[in-house]
Structure formats: structure tokens, C-alpha cells
């Protein structure tokens, strides 16, 4: 048994590579990587140019900017912002792109749609 | 020496040791009874290692944010930008650039799929035994690392309040705290500590706010002229630059990039911080509390820029050294500076209080690993029942507690922040292959997360045995000897990409091919939830 972890529940008699197959399914896994993996490697990307900066263009990054802040300075707390925006977009994507599919989905298996063959349960546990 | 950092004299500091400790032991007293009255309904697992799933999304996410702003982030620091300037902002910068890794590709896949622990993901769609098997072992050791640095934390930070710098003082201290240490777990589980975490880190997060603006206020709210006042006291304005501690050498820039690649990786796999996850009734408020933390941790970050320049301006970087506890002593001694030894008290005691709730966070889940995933799983075969599960949970936190204690007393000494980052590198060697493999790769087989977990963990271990951290060095823990063969002291950049070869190696080598019936359940429960919300509802 892969997972005795859950407890006896609405999915327990789900037949879940019919839900796998469903085009509903792939869309929601099509938007969920659509949106992660591009987002996920630009922001290691944008990482990685700042800590390569950091490390071998040490001039370039001490150059002043205003008064004694440098470009080192700004472009770390540039770090700050690009992180606290790419996690309000994701919010915002997941609200309205993730959630709302995720659930019909979710009410589709206990509404038991994907139910085994002759493994119909009576209700939804307790 | 230095202008005004003669202010700061550290012999006065004794003459406070009294009042430090009134606070410090009142802030004790008052969790305890919040531990003991939250701990009234401890009775199930659940409840123990899960909190019962009672938590909304933004009390977790503070606790999140408390789990997270260790020692490292607080005293660790504050400490590497007051003495190594621009080198020391890069661990806030990778500490926080990494919640983004946990948030878009680990933390709610990870909620929807598991119960308690790492291990219970990992072995979902693999085979049980020696998955769990591993990702218990590396459970462990991630959090042994952890454990090292907080106690090297705490032994910085209450020698430096009792002036103690004879290292049988600092030895005696590390015991009280690891005494402490295992009653708050014992007594308290999961619940407890999760309302340990939750004060300590708004107060944390208050008592580094009033610091900053305090800082500001001297400089009449001019990031400039702080920046400026820094340069003067350390008389070089190579402090505001990149380069300064990593600069030095091709090896230590490769170094800097190999620290980085820790940092950014580290967090996502952080067992501890992963179980965090599993005390939200939904995805959702797995999803929000996340975002929670990331905006607390951001915030204090930023603190931590000001606190560290200013006590390299305010203090200096030769006071700081030459104090008990050394580098990890910046943020006391500017809270001295500032507020006289009301603030270092106050200050201290969030401090303190901040290493032994982080310290019960990683014991808890340490014990769960062990209980749950080796003993429930492997030893008993699937047959302890609950209430034997967790005494052996609660004595496996005994047996922790005690290693800590004596990991503590050998790491004694170095900067906290460079010592969670080893654990950090340890984490991302070890488990994050396997967590990212195992959710979004559908070939993915038992061997790859074999060969990727044991690995990643064991070439980082041997090349942080082999480094200058062990040995060699005048900070290292075994000073008299030298085997650093490995010349850098984060092994990320050789251990990080092993891990990710060899999972992938394993895999396209494993003639066997998993259940596919079970990889279908797992994509399908960790991208809708289906499954983990209703099994809350009893």
C-alpha cells in the first residue's frame, strides 16, 4: 500500500487514472505547470544573474547610486520586490485559474463519478 | 578604538545579568502555561504531530515565519553584514528568494498528498520501505545540522549576557537549554509549539521593528547616511560592497555561489518546515499561510539590512568580535546600545526564546520521523498503535534532545547563519530531488529516489566532514587538526546537481516500473486536494 495515511474517505474507491485521463484533469495540471515552471525558472534565473553579479562584477555592483546606496544595494532589494510580486500573482492565478477547476473536479469524484466498477460506497464516509 | 563604538562597553553588560534574566524567565513562565493549557487535548497523532489541523492559514503562517527566523536569521545575521558588510545581506536574500521555490512547486502539492511527514509523500507512489527508510534517515540528519547551529545560537547569546567566555560555562548553558528544550516538546507536541512560534515570532518581528526604526531615527530616516556611518566606524567602504568576506580567492567565489545555490534551495526541503504545512485543514490555507510567511520573513529581511549596517556603524565590527559569543553578538549588543539593558533583555529573551521554540520545532519533527516513519512503518510493520507511536515519538525527542546538547557544545562559536546554511545544503542535497522527481516527474522510480536521497545526503555530509569547517581553519571545530581536503565550505554546488543526476540516473537505469494506478492517485490528490480536506472532518 502506497499511503494508509488516509483515512477511509470519499476517494477511497476512486478509479483515479479515469480521473487522470479526463480532459478536465489535464487542463487543470496544463494550467497549474503553465504557470510554475516558467514563473520558477525566471525567478532562479534573475537569482542566479544577481548572485553571479554579486560575485564576479564587483565593480560593476559598487558603482553609487545615490549617496552611498550602489547598484549592489538596489538590485538586492530588487530581490525583495520581484519576490513579493511573483507571490501575489500566484495568488491571484491560483484564485482564479487553479481553484475554481480544482473543485469541480474534487465534487465530481464525491459526487462519485469515477467510482471502480461494483465498488459503489453508500455515502460519503461519515 | 573606534569613535563611538567605545559606547558600548561590554563589562557593563554583567552588571545587567539580572535583569536580562528576570525578563528572559518571565517569557519562559508565560509560554509554559500557554503550552500546558493548549496541550489539554493532546489525545490522538493528529493531534500531536498536526496540531489537530486546527490551525487557520494565517496563525500557521506566522508559526511558519517563527519555525523560519531562527537564531540564523536574528543573531546570525545581523552579525555577517555588521562584520562581513554586502556578504552577509546575500542569506537574506537567498533565505527569502527561497519561500518561492516552497510556494509554487512544493508546498500545497505536498499538503494535498501526505499526513504527517515528508517520508509519507515520498513513499506514496514508490515502495515503502526504502523510500521511508531514507527520507527518515535524511529527516534526521537535516535536522541534527539545524539543531547544531541554534545550539551554537544559544550559547553565543547567553554568554555574552552572563559574561561568561570559559567554555565549560557556555557547556553548562547549552544543557539548560536542551532541559528546556525537551519539556516544551514532551509536554506540549506539535499544538504547543505552534503557539510558541506564533508569540515568539510577533514579538520577534516587533522587537526588530522598533530596533530598525530606532536605527533610522539616529539617522534621520536616511538609508544613506547610516550606510555612510557604517563605512566610518569600520573605516573601509568596501562594507557596502559585494566581496569583502567571498571576494578574496577564486575558491571563496566559488564558494559564494556554491552558498547561494543552498539558500534558494534549502527551504523547499526543510522537513520542518514542511510539516508546517500539514497543520492546515485545507490547501488553501496551506497556500495562505505560506504567503503569510513570506511577507513576515520579507519584512524582518529587511530589518535585518538596517540592524546588521547598524550595528556595524553603532557598535563596530571590532566590538562585536571581541565580545562573548563574537559575531553572533551584533543584535544584543546594538539593542544594548539603543535601549540600554531594558531592550538587551527584552531583546535577549525573544532571542533565546526564538532558539528553544525553533529547537522544539525541529526535535518534533525529528521524533515524528523517527516514530511514524521508522518505527510505525519499518520496525512494528504498519501494526503500533497510535498511543505506542507516540511514546516512542516522545523518547526518540529525549534521545535528540541529548545530541543536541552535545552537538551544541562542538559547534560552539561559529556564526549561526553559515551553520543553518549547511543544513540547508543538506536539505536541498537530499530531498529536494526527490520531492520535485516524485511530484511532477510520472517515470520517477523507487531506485532514482534511492540513489538521490542517499547520494545527495552522504556527499554532503563527507564534503562538509572533509572542509574547512571541521578542521583545519582557526574557526573550524576540530582546530588542532587538518583534513580539509574540500576547499569549500558549503558543499551545495557539487552535492546539489549530484543529487539531481542521480535521481535521474536511477531512474532511466530501473528496469522495474512503478504502479501507475498509484502515480495517477497521487497527481490527482496533490493538484485537487481530494481526499485530504474531507479526512479532517471527524
Not at chain 2, 556578504?87 to 508546498?107: E, H, P, Q, R, T
Not at chain 2, 545550539?151 to 557556555?170: K, P, V
Not at chain 2, 535601549?339 to 525541529?362: D, E, K, R
Not at chain 2, 545530541?403 to 543553518?420: D, E, K, M, P, R
Amino acid at each position: 500500500m502506497g499511503n494508509e495515511a488516509h483515512t477511509p474517505d470519499a476517494a477511497a474507491s476512486v478509479d483515479f487514472e479515469q480521473v487522470q485521463s479526463t480532459g478536465q484533469f489535464q487542463e487543470l495540471r496544463k494550467r497549474h505547470r503553465s504557470f510554475v515552471f516558467p514563473m520558477a525558472v525566471a525567478f532562479l534565473l534573475w537569482y542566479f544573474a544577481y548572485v553571479l553579479l554579486a560575485d564576479y562584477a564587483v565593480g560593476f555592483m559598487s558603482t553609487k547610486v545615490w549617496g552611498n546606496v550602489n547598484i549592489g544595494l538596489i538590485l538586492g532589494l530588487l530581490q525583495f520586490v520581484s519576490t513579493f510580486a511573483i507571490t501575489g500573482w500566484y495568488v491571484h492565478y491560483s484564485n482564479k485559474r487553479l481553484d475554481p477547476i480544482a473543485k469541480e473536479i474534487r465534487d465530481e469524484i464525491e459526487g462519485h463519478e469515477f467510482d471502480k466498477h461494483g465498488n459503489r460506497m453508500g455515502g460519503v464516509g461519515k | 578604538m573606534i569613535g563611538i563604538a567605545t559606547a558600548v562597553d561590554v563589562a557593563a553588560l554583567k552588571e545587567t545579568t539580572l535583569l536580562n534574566m528576570g525578563i528572559f524567565g518571565l517569557f519562559v513562565a508565560v509560554t509554559m502555561v500557554i503550552v500546558f493549557r493548549a496541550s489539554r487535548n493532546n489525545k490522538t497523532a493528529a493531534d500531536y504531530y498536526a496540531a489537530g489541523r486546527s490551525f487557520t492559514g494565517s496563525q500557521n503562517g506566522t508559526a511558519i515565519a517563527g519555525d523560519y527566523l531562527s537564531a540564523a536569521s536574528f543573531l546570525g545575521i545581523t552579525g555577517a553584514i555588521a562584520i562581513n558588510g554586502y556578504d552577509g545581506f546575500m542569506y537574506s536574500i537567498g533565505f527569502l528568494v527561497a519561500w518561492l521555490v516552497a510556494l509554487l512547486l512544493v508546498a500545497e502539492l505536498l499538503r494535498n498528498t501526505g499526513k504527517f511527514t515528508m517520508a509519507d509523500v515520498l513513499s506514496f507512489r514508490l515502495k515503502q520501505r526504502p523510500v521511508r527508510i531514507a527520507a527518515a534517515i535524511s529527516t534526521l540528519a537535516v535536522c541534527f545540522f539545524y539543531l547544531l547551529a541554534q545550539m551554537a545560537g544559544a550559547g553565543s547569546l547567553i554568554s555574552l549576557l552572563l559574561g561568561i567566555s570559559d567554555l565549560r560555562g557556555q557547556a553548562l548553558v547549552i544543557v539548560v537549554v536542551g532541559a528546556l528544550m525537551i519539556m516544551y516538546v514532551l509536554i506540549g507536541g506539535m499544538k504547543g509549539t505552534t503557539w510558541v512560534q506564533i508569540i515568539k515570532a510577533i514579538l520577534l518581528i516587533a522587537g526588530a521593528a522598533v530596533m530598525t526604526l530606532w536605527v533610522l531615527a539616529i539617522y534621520g530616516f536616511n538609508l544613506s547616511s547610516l550606510l555612510g556611518a557604517a563605512v566610518e566606524t569600520a573605516n573601509n567602504p568596501a562594507v557596502l560592497n559585494p566581496g569583502l568576506q567571498y571576494g578574496k580567492t577564486e575558491t571563496s567565489k566559488l564558494d559564494f555561489m556554491s552558498l547561494g545555490l543552498a539558500l534558494v534551495l534549502g527551504t523547499a526541503a526543510l522537513p520542518h518546515v514542511l510539516m508546517r504545512f500539514y497543520t492546515v485543514p485545507t490547501a488553501k490555507e496551506a497556500r495562505k499561510s505560506v504567503v503569510w510567511s513570506i511577507w513576515l520573513i520579507g519584512l524582518f529581511y529587511l530589518f535585518t539590512l538596517v540592524l546588521g549596517y547598524g550595528a556595524a556603524a553603532l557598535v563596530g565590527a571590532e566590538t562585536i568580535k571581541a565580545a562573548p559569543g563574537a559575531v553572533n553578538s551584533a543584535a544584543p549588543l546594538l539593542a544594548f546600545y539603543l535601549g540600554g539593558p531594558l531592550l538587551l533583555g527584552f531583546i535577549s529573551a525573544v532571542a533565546f526564546a526564538t532558539i528553544l521554540a525553533v529547537v522544539a520545532g525541529l526535535t518534533i519533527t525529528a521524533a515524528a520521523s523517527f516514530a511514524h516513519d521508522i518505527y510505525a512503518n519499518v520496525i512494528a510493520k504498519g501494526k503500533a498503535d497510535a498511543d505506542t507511536e507516540v511514546k516512542v515519538a516522545r523518547r526518540t525527542v529525549v534521545v535528540i534532545g541529548i545530541l543536541a546538547i552535545l552537538g551544541g557544545i562542538l559547534a560552539n562559536g561559529q556564526n549561526v547563519a553559515f551553520l543553518v546554511a549547511l543544513a540547508f545544503a543538506v536539505a536541498a542535497s537530499a530531498n529536494l530531488p526527490t520531492i520535485i522527481y516524485s511530484l511532477f516527474w510520472r517515470r520517477f522510480t523507487t531506485q532514482g529516489a534511492v540513489w538521490s536521497m542517499y547520494g545527495g545526503l552522504g556527499a554532503a555530509i563527507v564534503l562538509i566532514i572533509f572542509s574547512p569547517v571541521v578542521s583545519g581553519g582557526a574557526t573550524s571545530m576540530i582546530k588542532d587538526a587538518n583534513f580539509a581536503l574540500f576547499p569549500l565550505s558549503n558543499p551545495g554546488i557539487v552535492s546539489i546537481p549530484l543529487a539531481f543526476l542521480l535521481g535521474w540516473l536511477g531512474t532511466v537505469l530501473d528496469k522495474k516500473r512503478e504502479d501507475t494506478a498509484k502515480q495517477a492517485e497521487m497527481e490527482v490528490r496533490s493538484l485537487t486536494g481530494i481526499g485530504a480536506e474531507k479526512a479532517t472532518n471527524h
